[in-house]
C-alpha cells in the first residue's frame, strides 16, 4: 500500500473528506476510487460516491475480495444516509461473511451494526435486538463504538427505555469525542435533542400537557390504567389489551378514558365510534353490541358501565385512567413522523418502513405537499420528500479503513 492511500484513508478516519480528496483525487486505480466513493459521501454527493464505488469494486481482481466487500459496505452505508432502502440486504450479508472469513473484524462489525440500523428504520425491532446482541463493541474503534451505542439509543427509544437510551448516548458522545469526527459528534448531540423533546400527550381529568420519553416511562410503570393510543391498548400493572385491530373498540375506549370519572353521551360515542353520522336506532342498537364487546375484553382491567345518558369506565386496580395520546395526531401523522428524522426519503423506501403500498404512501405524499407540510425535489426515481425547511445534512459514514488491493 503506498503512502498517499495510507494518509488518505487516515484523513478519512478522522473525519477529513477534503483532506483524503488531496491526497488521491487525481488518482484511478481502484483503492484510490475507494476512498473518493467514501470522500464524496461522507460530504453528501451520494450519486458520485455510488459511481465511484462501483467502479473500484470492479476494479479489483478476483484475488482482492476483502477490497469488494469493503466497497459494498460502503455502498450500503451510502444507501442507509440517503434512505434508499429497497438495496439487498443479502449482499451486506455476503460482504460482511467475506470480511470475517478474512479476519477483517472491524469492517464485518461495521457491516452488522449497519443492518441491524436497516432493520431498525423498517421497525423490525425484535430482530434488530436479536442481531444487536451478538457481538461485542468493546474491541471497536471508538467511531464505531459511538455508531453501535447510537443503535441501542435508538432501540431502547423505541422501547420506551429512557434510561437506556440516555445511557446509551452518555456512551455514544464519549466515544465520538475520542474519535474526534465532528459530524459523528453532531449526530449523537442531535439524538440528546431528540431524547429532550416531549414524545406524547398526557390527557387526564379533562386536561392535557406534553410528556419526555423519561416520564412516559414512569406512567407506564405506574399503576394508573393507561388508555395507550400511540400503540393502539388499554394496560395496568397487572396486563395489557391490545387493539391493534379493532379500531372502533378503541375509540370507544379512548373516549371513555379521556373523560374518566364521568361518562360520555351516546351520541358522543356514536359519532366518535362510527363516523360522526347522526344518531339513530339502528346505530344505538350498534353501540350497544360494541359496548358489549369492549366490556368483555377489558373485564379484566375495568368495569365498562351503562349510566343514564352513555357509557362510563370504573377500573378495577388503578386509581386513576390517563389517556397517552400521540403529539400530533393527523392523518398522516405516521408518514410526518418519519420525514421529520431530517433526511430526504424516496417515497418507496417510505412505503417499506410504513409496511403500506407505494401508490398509497405517493397519495399521502401529494396531500401532504398541497397543504404545504412536505415538499419534494428531485424527478422521477430521484424524487425524495422531506419536511420543509430543508434541513441541514450530516452523514457519519465511518467505513474509513484504507482499500488496499491485498
Same mark, same amino acid.
Given at each position: 500500500?503506498?503512502?498517499l492511500?495510507?494518509?488518505?484513508?487516515?484523513a478519512?478516519a478522522?473525519?477529513?473528506?477534503?483532506? @483524503?480528496?488531496?491526497r488521491?483525487?487525481?488518482?484511478?486505480?481502484?483503492?484510490a476510487?475507494?476512498?473518493?466513493?467514501i470522500?464524496?459521501?461522507?460530504?453528501?454527493?451520494? *450519486?458520485?460516491?455510488?459511481?465511484?464505488?462501483?467502479?473500484?469494486a470492479r476494479?479489483?481482481?478476483?484475488?482482492?475480495?476483502?477490497?469488494?466487500?469493503r466497497?459494498?459496505?460502503a455502498? &450500503?452505508?451510502?444507501?442507509? &444516509? %440517503?434512505r #434508499?432502502?429497497?438495496?439487498?440486504?443479502? &449482499?451486506? #450479508?455476503?460482504?460482511? !461473511?467475506t =470480511?470475517e472469513a478474512?479476519?477483517?473484524?472491524?469492517?464485518?462489525a461495521?457491516?452488522?451494526t449497519?443492518e441491524?440500523?436497516?432493520?431498525?428504520?423498517?421497525?423490525?425491532?425484535?430482530?434488530?435486538?436479536?442481531?444487536?446482541?451478538?457481538?461485542?463493541? %468493546?474491541?471497536?474503534?471508538a467511531? =464505531?463504538?459511538?455508531?453501535?451505542d447510537?443503535?441501542v439509543?435508538?432501540i431502547a427509544?423505541?422501547?420506551?427505555? @429512557?434510561r437506556a437510551?440516555?445511557?446509551?448516548? !452518555?456512551?455514544a @458522545?464519549?466515544?465520538?469525542?475520542?474519535?474526534?469526527?465532528?459530524?459523528?459528534?453532531?449526530? *449523537?448531540?442531535?439524538?440528546f435533542?431528540?431524547l429532550?423533546?416531549?414524545?406524547a400527550?398526557?390527557?387526564?381529568?379533562g386536561?392535557?400537557?406534553p410528556?419526555?420519553?423519561?416520564?412516559?416511562?414512569?406512567l407506564?410503570a %405506574?399503576?394508573?390504567?393507561?388508555v395507550?393510543?400511540?400503540?393502539h391498548?388499554?394496560?395496568?400493572a397487572?396486563?395489557?389489551?391490545s387493539? !391493534?385491530?379493532?379500531p *372502533?373498540l378503541?375509540?370507544? &375506549?379512548?373516549?371513555?378514558?379521556e373523560?374518566?370519572p364521568?361518562?360520555?353521551?351516546?351520541?358522543r360515542?356514536i359519532?366518535?365510534a /362510527?363516523g360522526?353520522?347522526?344518531?339513530?336506532?339502528?346505530?344505538?342498537?350498534?353501540l350497544?353490541?360494541?359496548?358489549?364487546?369492549l366490556r368483555?375484553?377489558?373485564?379484566?382491567l375495568?368495569r365498562?358501565?351503562?349510566?343514564?345518558?352513555?357509557?362510563a369506565?370504573?377500573?378495577?386496580?388503578?386509581?386513576?385512567?390517563v389517556?397517552?395520546?400521540?403529539?400530533?395526531e393527523?392523518?398522516?401523522?405516521a408518514?410526518?413522523a418519519?420525514?421529520?428524522d431530517g433526511?430526504?426519503w424516496s %417515497?418507496?423506501?417510505?412505503?417499506?418502513?410504513?409496511?403500506?403500498s407505494?401508490?398509497?404512501?405517493?397519495?399521502?405524499?401529494d396531500?401532504?405537499? @398541497?397543504?404545504?407540510?412536505?415538499?419534494? /425535489?428531485?424527478?422521477g426515481?430521484?424524487?425524495?420528500?422531506? *419536511?420543509?425547511?430543508?434541513?441541514r /445534512?450530516?452523514?457519519g459514514?465511518?467505513?474509513?479503513?484504507?482499500?488496499?488491493? #491485498?
Amino acid at each position: 500500500m503506498d503512502s498517499l492511500i495510507t494518509a488518505a484513508g487516515r484523513a478519512l478516519a478522522a473525519g477529513d473528506p477534503l483532506g @483524503a480528496l488531496q491526497r488521491v483525487a487525481l488518482r484511478e486505480d481502484p483503492p484510490a476510487l475507494a476512498l473518493r466513493g467514501i470522500a464524496m459521501a461522507q460530504l453528501g454527493d451520494f *450519486v458520485r460516491a455510488k459511481a465511484l464505488l462501483r467502479r473500484a469494486a470492479r476494479g479489483f481482481g478476483p484475488r482482492e475480495a476483502v477490497a469488494r466487500a469493503r466497497c459494498g459496505v460502503a455502498e &450500503a452505508e451510502i444507501a442507509l &444516509a %440517503s434512505r #434508499d432502502l429497497r438495496w439487498p440486504a443479502r &449482499a451486506l #450479508d455476503a460482504a460482511r !461473511t467475506t =470480511l470475517e472469513a478474512h479476519g477483517d473484524w472491524v469492517n464485518a462489525a461495521h457491516a452488522r451494526t449497519l443492518e441491524v440500523r436497516h432493520l431498525l428504520l423498517i421497525g423490525r425491532l425484535d430482530e434488530a435486538e436479536m442481531r444487536l446482541a451478538q457481538f461485542d463493541p %468493546s474491541p471497536l474503534p471508538a467511531a =464505531l463504538r459511538a455508531v453501535h451505542d447510537l443503535v441501542v439509543a435508538g432501540i431502547a427509544a423505541r422501547r420506551l427505555r @429512557a434510561r437506556a437510551a440516555r445511557a446509551a448516548l !452518555t456512551r455514544a @458522545a464519549a466515544a465520538a469525542r475520542q474519535a474526534g469526527i465532528p459530524a459523528l459528534a453532531a449526530e *449523537v448531540e442531535s439524538a440528546f435533542l431528540a431524547l429532550n423533546r416531549p414524545a406524547a400527550r398526557l390527557i387526564a381529568g379533562g386536561a392535557e400537557r406534553p410528556l419526555l420519553l423519561d416520564e412516559v416511562e414512569v406512567l407506564l410503570a %405506574s399503576p394508573s390504567l393507561v388508555v395507550d393510543a400511540c400503540r393502539h391498548l388499554v394496560r395496568d400493572a397487572q396486563a395489557a389489551v391490545s387493539f !391493534t385491530r379493532r379500531p *372502533v373498540l378503541f375509540a370507544l &375506549a379512548r373516549a371513555l378514558g379521556e373523560a374518566w370519572p364521568a361518562d360520555v353521551p351516546r351520541d358522543r360515542l356514536i359519532a366518535l365510534a /362510527f363516523g360522526g353520522k347522526q344518531a339513530d336506532d339502528s346505530h344505538r342498537a350498534r353501540l350497544r353490541v360494541e359496548a358489549g364487546r369492549l366490556r368483555a375484553v377489558l373485564r379484566p382491567l375495568v368495569r365498562v358501565s351503562a349510566t343514564r345518558r352513555g357509557y362510563a369506565l370504573a377500573p378495577r386496580y388503578a386509581a386513576e385512567v390517563v389517556v397517552l395520546a400521540r403529539l400530533a395526531e393527523e392523518r398522516h401523522a405516521a408518514l410526518l413522523a418519519l420525514l421529520g428524522d431530517g433526511e430526504a426519503w424516496s %417515497s418507496s423506501s417510505l412505503a417499506v418502513a410504513l409496511g403500506a403500498s407505494q401508490r398509497t404512501v405517493q397519495r399521502a405524499l401529494d396531500a401532504l405537499a @398541497a397543504t404545504g407540510k412536505a415538499q419534494c /425535489f428531485g424527478h422521477g426515481r430521484a424524487r425524495r420528500w422531506l *419536511v420543509p425547511p430543508m434541513p441541514r /445534512f450530516t452523514t457519519g459514514l465511518l467505513l474509513s479503513a484504507p482499500l488496499p488491493s #491485498d
